[in-house]
């Protein structure tokens, strides 16, 4: 069977996440306890207990997220005796996700991929102060129609352009999520119900992700992705900028950095996944989120989340 391993991104994490693997692996103890060191803190009990207001912070939800997943690889390879390149064809993640993928692929250590998701959600955060950006999800509207609603969304009432509004997540088909100036957001959401959009929803969410405004935080991240140590991924990692595998260590420190600013084209990655043969996507980590999108994205494909316990045991059962 052809599969690729998917790991999710912010929002994803909940409250009691990797407690119940880290109860019964050490493996996934020994990955939690990786992290903590990295980070000199102990975002471990921050998972396992909260508060959930801490954790859903950016700087804290980024590498909990990729610990909780890794946590769940390492298991999987302890229990079911293999590595990575022999139960999987492809990686890739959503957003950060991206980043946990590139560390199962031992492309960035698990230390490093720590640090530089703690630093990223900081710089995303610090990039546009709290309450001038906002997001969106718009259902319904296929991508075309979204990118005319982002863009006639930018004009004021004398037609003069009036802050930054860019589709962010391109998630499934009607299932896409614009970001930027907060008036500009809202002027698509108005747009949007007028132009046939089932549900357009203002997101609970702390900075405008993956659009022009986080320039500053790509700037950041350009010069914190030059100090660390990129190598070859033993599989090939799908870009959520190419929307396809990639290996070369320079290309994956560039896309890295566009991808902060740019569309995370998360539709294209799993088609592209379709399109070389991939049959089943298996989500590693908090939630099923990216194992509901595939179903949107093509019925055909399976889907298999693993988070706990008997997720690996059923899981390890199907490879």
């Known amino acids: 069977m052809t599969r690729a391993f998917v790991f ?12 119940e693997l880290a109860g019964a692996f050490s493996t996934a103890r020994l990955v939690f306890e990786e992290v903590d060191e990295a980070l000199s803190m102990n975002l ?20 909990a997220l990729m610990a909780a997943s890794i946590a769940v690889l390492r298991v999987l390879e302890s229990e079911g005796g293999f590595k990575l390149p022999g139960a999987c064809h492809f990686v890739a993640g959503h957003s950060l996700g991206e980043y946990s993928a590139l560390a199962a692929a031992g492309a960035i250590s698990l230390d490093e991929v720590a640090r530089v998701l703690r630093a990223r959600g900081a710089a995303m955060q610090r990039a546009v102060p709290v309450g001038d950006g906002a997001m ?6 296929e991508l075309d129609a979204v990118l005319s609603v982002a863009q006639d969304a930018q004009k004021g009432e004398d037609g003069s352009v009036d802050g930054i509004c860019a589709a962010a997540n391109d998630n499934a088909p009607g299932q896409i999520v614009i970001s930027g100036d907060k008036a500009a957001v809202e002027r698509a959401v108005a747009l949007a119900s007028e132009r046939g959009a089932k549900r357009a929803i ?8 993956h659009c022009p405004l986080m320039q500053p935080a790509a700037d950041e991240m ?15 990692v799908v870009s959520n900028v190419s929307a396809h595998a990639e290996s070369d260590p320079e290309t994956v420190r560039h896309l890295l950095v566009e991808q902060i600013t740019k569309m995370v084209r998360w539709r294209e990655c799993v088609e592209f996944l379709r399109d070389q043969g991939v049959e089943t996507l298996v ?11 595939a179903r949107r ?14 997720d690996v045991e059923a899981a390890l059962k199907t490879f």
């Open 44 to 63: 471990s009990r921050l998972m396992f207990e909260g508060p959930e207001e801490e954790l859903k912070l950016t700087e804290n939800a980024q590498p």
């Open 202 to 209: 203002m997101l609970d969410v702390s900075a405008p992700f």
């Open 283 to 293: 989500e590693l980590g908090s939630g099923k989120v990216l194992t509901g999108l």
């Open 8 to 19: 999710p991104g912010q929002g994803s994490q909940q409250v009691g996440m990797g407690q």
């Open 222 to 236: 350009t010069e914190v992705l030059a100090t660390i140590s990129v190598t070859p991924p033993s599989v090939p």
């Open 136 to 141: 969106a999800a718009l259902l319904g509207l």
């Open 297 to 310: 994205i093509d019925r055909d494909l399976n889907g298999i989340a693993v988070n706990s316990p008997a």
